[in-house]
């Protein structure tokens, strides 16, 4: 036996051994305890900050925030605080948990190691050949704060608490994974490459949970940068974001922003979805000049010459003149919006000739009036109203799709309700932002905003400046430290709102980091809004090819990412299957991956289970009234309420799967694949062959 395992109620645990469990309950206690102090301190402090009258504003914002992801970090360590020990050959040990914890009293020496201190690694990844110096490896098994009991695995890589933790029945949420954290998924969670990790693997490897604790470990080695920036974790359905929204809260995170690709433009939210066809040129490049088409064809010519009512004459404004202002515009490089007061100056600018030739004069004074007098003519500013709009990317989407586009040339994509967003009109919203660029009127909003924010900040350096600081020569001036502008970032960031609902509301917010899980189903236009949202391309790419459901999906990494970063992408593959029992995976791999992908080899299973049931019925209402024995349960079939679209990601004890010959066969592969204990897969019984074979009964 690799390992000695110590419970409460062991019958053979020697006095040794149980005077052993009692020192680690005090240990554990004792954790707690300092845990209820740090945290009482905590919340004394944020109290304070609260009702402090006399701090200024934006500090005591400052102070508050900071405190209370304080007191939140302590309280999501209240259950598993300390999950392990390890054994230095020094003699020396250190306790390994869900967050750290330090004596005050002894120099700040570490009570309780933090599982993503560079100290808590040999923690997962020691083995017997390469011990890291330790000699022992010990794994508690808590209730609530009351420790159970423990084993030690002298090394050996032994599985007892990883197939605790995967024999347990699961919840409607994951947890996280941190006290059995395998070596293959440490070395990805913790890989230092700051550039773009794609992380691949089939169903169940962990690549979500990996992806998520990778995120912790960022936020751990690089919190002063991403806390301030933020983190993006994109998932494929609101259901999947709710399934893994506890798990980072769990580790103690803050400022993560969860979003469906259907959430990533502000002011829409949606989860609908077009016909694969139009997602399809939808999701394709090529979008990007039917947007551009849509553009120049609001960029008009007037049919008929429309006059213009000046004091003494009336000019004609025709097409031809309109084309050259027209052109102009066009070729200032400027972006839609921003060119139409080329537009409006080119085209004032050719109408002064055809009015002065109808006045019959050419003096310079009188061109001068004319010019003045057309730049405030309301009927010509109504006209370049029409001839060149302002443009939202609402407005220009929804006016393409109500009928432009069949003039265009694109009758797919027409629909009634313009405005009934899909999830891939997300980032064709966004690329028209891109290509519209912003509004006068948003500009002039923006500026008024930014200069009540400095002024605000001024008036802060002058009461700092008035109140605590010298004004000798030699000594530091407070506003040669601080500049107003700084200030201003620094209060808008400081504002009442989280960096994440700041980061949610913003749709030029650039995160510290993006991570895209089922990441197999984004498609191109997708990835340009991901891209503009993480222009250092700090990202955590994760999925599986072979589960790609979406026609417009990724059919390969290096074609998507190639265009971004060219070959500087760094690929790592799981290989162990911890959801699937070996018996249902490899019914999954018969069933549906040999037919995505012949050449595919699947994870391996690290659990074996019982075999998949099938059943054949003549009527499936009597799936209606299936219900799960223990755990979680769900029902999976093309109809829904799950469908395997929906089911992404997710994972049930036991599931029934219904009618999956009605199913492509990736989708077939993922709803084969989310049960942790039972399968059941519901057919259809064919009419003729039941009656044939009830014929031969007879007979
Ligand atoms: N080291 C581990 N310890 C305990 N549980 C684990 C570990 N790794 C993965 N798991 C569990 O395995 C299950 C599958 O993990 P996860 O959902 O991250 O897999 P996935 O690769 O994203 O799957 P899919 O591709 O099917 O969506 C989850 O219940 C997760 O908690």
Redesign the pocket.
Known sequence: MGYRSIVSQGASVTTGELSELSAERRRISFLYERLDRERAAAKARLDVALLDPHEQRWHREVAVRTLSEQVSRLRVADEGLCFGRIDHDGGTCAYIGRIGLFDPDDDYAPLLTDWRAPAARPFYTATGANPEGLTRRRHFRTRGRALEGFHDDELHLDQTA?VE??EAP?TET??D?VA???AE?DEVIRLDHRGVLVIE??????????ALHRVAYLLYTQRERLSRQGVLVVGPNPGFLRYIGDVLPSLGETDVVFATPGELFPGVRTSREDPPEVQGLKGGLAAVDVLREAIADRQELPVEPVPVELEDVTVLVDADLVAVARDQARGSGFRHNEARGVFFHALVDVLVAPALALIGHDWPELAADVRRELLHNADLRALVDVLWPVLTPATLLADLYEGRCLALGYPELYREDGRAWTVSDVPLLDEAAELLGTTDEAVRAAERERAAEVEYARGVLEVLDREGYDDADDELHVTDLLDSEWLADRHAAADHRTVAERATADREWTYGHVVV??AQELSEMDWRVLMRRCPNRSMTI?G?LA?RQAEAGVRSWSSVLGRYVRERWVYRR?TVN??TPAEIMSYAVAAALTEVDPSAVPPRSVRRGKPPVEVVVSDLSVVGRLRGERGTFAVISPDGPLTPRAA??L?FDEVVVVEPERMTPAERY?AL??A?RELVVVRRSDPTTSRLAALAALH
């Open positions: 990883l933790a995967l699961r994951m947890r994974i059995t954290i395998q998924q693997g089939g169903p169940g490897t962990g690549k979500t949970a990996v899980d089922e994760v599986d589960q799981l911890y959801r992404k990601g994972e993922v694949t989310r942790t």
